[in-house]
Structures are given as C-alpha cells and as structure tokens.
DNA sequence: TCAGTTCCGAACAGGAGTGTTATCATTGCG
DNA sequence: CGCAATGATAACACTCCTGTTCGGAACTGA
C-alpha cells in the first residue's frame, strides 16, 4: 500500500470540495496514483464518497468527544472553544459535505448526522438554562450560527481572507459577543 | 413565450441549488418546459448558469442599492437590516452559486462578487470608524460572517429548522450582540 | 380556412466519465 | 534468482448528458 488511504481520502476531500463534479481520474491524479489503482480501493464513485463522508463524520465525532460537548459538568463555552479548534483543520473535509448532494438520502449518514446535531443542541440548552447563553435565540439556531461561522472561517481562510489562526478565535467572538461596538 | 424567463430562472435555481448536478432534462421539467424549448432559450448550459448568476447578482446588487449601504449618511446598522431582509428571499438564487463552482474561473462575475465585496466591507469598516462596529474585528470579517449567517438562515428556513419570518432578526441579533448571555 | 409561430416529442451524433479487463513493470521476499 | 504482490498503462463497453435536427401538434391572427 505505497499511497496510504489516509492520503487518497485528504486529496479526494480537497479536490471535490474545490469542485463537486471532479472526475474521478482528477482524484486519482491529486492521489498521486492511477485511476485504476483507486478502483482497487473504492469499486465504484459513490463508494468513495461513502468514505468520505464516513471520514469526516468521524473526525467530527471525535472532536466533539474530545471537547466534551456532551458532559454536562464541563464549563459549556470552554468545550466550544475546544471544538472550533479541533474543527478548524477539518475544512476540505467536511466542507465537502456540504456542496455533495448526492448522499442527501443517505440514511445512515442524515442519521449520523442528526445525532451530531442533538449532542450540539442539547449543549447548547444547557448553556442557556445555566445562564450562560441567551434564552431568546433558539438552540438550533445557536448551533446552526456557530456551524455557519466555522465554515465562514473555513472559506475565509482559504481564500487568504483571515489569518488561519485567527479563525477559532474569530468564530467565538462573533459568535458569543457579536460584531457591535460595547 | 408561454412560461417567463423569470419562472424558467427560479425553477433553475431552485433545482440546482438543491443538486449542482442537476441535469438541464430536470431544469426543464421543474419549469414546466420540454428541453429542447429551453435550449431555444439558451444555447448551452453554461449560457444558462450565466444567466442565473448575473440574474442572481442583479437581485443583490438591486437589495444593496436599495438598503444604502454605500451611503455614508445612512445609520449602517438600519441599512444592514434593510439588506439581511432584502436577502431573506434571495436563498436559492444566490445559494446556488455557493455549490457552483464551474464559474468560480469566469472574470466578469468574479470583479461583480468583488465589487459587492467592496462595498459591503467600506460600509463596515465606516461603522468601525463610527464606534457601531468592533474595531478589533477584521472588516472582511464581518462582512463574510454576515454573510454566512444568512446562509445559516437560508439553510434553516428551508429544512424548518427555523421560521421563515424569523430569519433576518436572527441574522442580525446573532451578528451584532452575540448568543451570550448579558 | 390558411399562414405563421411556438412548442413538444423523438431521434441522433458526439463526447465524457465510469467501471472492467488484460498485459507489463516494479518492488519485496524467500 | 524466482515468485508474489502491487500498481501502472492501455484499451474497451457501457451509460448518461449535451446539443442538434426534424416532423407534427396546438394556438393565433388575418
């Protein structure tokens, strides 16, 4: 195994998330191998999409455990901190998610998916119900803004709009204190 | 012309916001049209992905005029209240252009997108000067985290997650005080 | 009724991508 | 050195989409 699948799964995210509809003989290219040497791998498209998607799904899960999203005794803007960090570095990967429509009906990964997001707002209840977070924005739209700024950060740094360490902090900023002056 | 080009637009829209992928066979369908009517009506398909785009940005171009935000003399946070609701409707016409990476090479509508860019980013780094706006904040990243915060309001509207009158006053609360508690 | 227009359905050629197969070169190991 | 495993290269069939063409249906206006 010369190419590691890690490797094949970091090229493939990066050139689909630049472009949904790269064919497969572009990822096999940014892998470094022949396309016929991927078909050994992932027999067919969505295979490798599956993986990726399977991928990613398990970076974030990972970091969500690691930041203790989930532990109600933990300080909840503490594990946020924590989690917009880990997420940061995972830009092509799951940004890919977001533009690949075509595993929309997928029902094992809207399941994982889901899960990811009730860990997310269950936090996020509790941070409102301690006080720390403001009762009148709904949960999930909390969950759903802190999201959309990560992959503001995402594509900002991409773009070379914002320094790469200033995303996480970024992120939190806005996102607790909001952009108006005090 | 017995459908309008505005409705063979929005179905457009609407279908390839929702699958980049989409086959010109679905686009026609979704308007009501055979294909081969709407070939009559652009000659290819990246003449119609044109024409959404530039269709797309008008709509943006005509809700910035429209709220003032390059006039210094208007309160920049009524303006940018004015544009967040302005843009509410606009989620599949510019949203689609988020998963279309096809035209991401194409000159003219890159200078139009740096443009709106440009004045959204003046409009907010006058507010900083004005002590409305964070001064420790980047301008562009305001202006990008705005931005996705409507995309976040788009996405939520239209999974129901979150109600659709509800969309620009989450924007805007979220953007300006934040989601921590007092 | 006739002419003109607009649209649709069917059919076709061409191109691009997927997935398969067979053959050859390379590397590592016994 | 010989063998096995791995991957590359090339070629192929197949499918799907694009873009074009043609004949006919429906509607309109004189």
Known sequence: MAVSTDAILDAASRVLAANPGATLADVARAAGISRTTLFTRYA???ELLRALAD???DRTDAAIAAAG????DRHPVEALADLTDAMMPLGSRLGYLLRERSLDDDEDLRERWAR?????TDAIR???ADGRVRPDLPA????DAWFWLVVA???GIEAGRIAPLDGSRLVL????????AP
Chains 1, 2 share one sequence.
């Open 173 to 180: 900023s806005t996102l607790l204190d909001g952009a108006a």
């Open 69 to 72: 999203i989930g532990d109600p």
């Open 116 to 120: 990811i997001d009730r860990v997310m």
């Open 44 to 46: 067919t498209r969505e």
């Open 153 to 155: 950060a995402w594509e």
């Open 140 to 143: 999930l739209w909390v969950g």
């Open 126 to 128: 509790r941070a409102q």
């Open 55 to 57: 991928d990613a799904l």
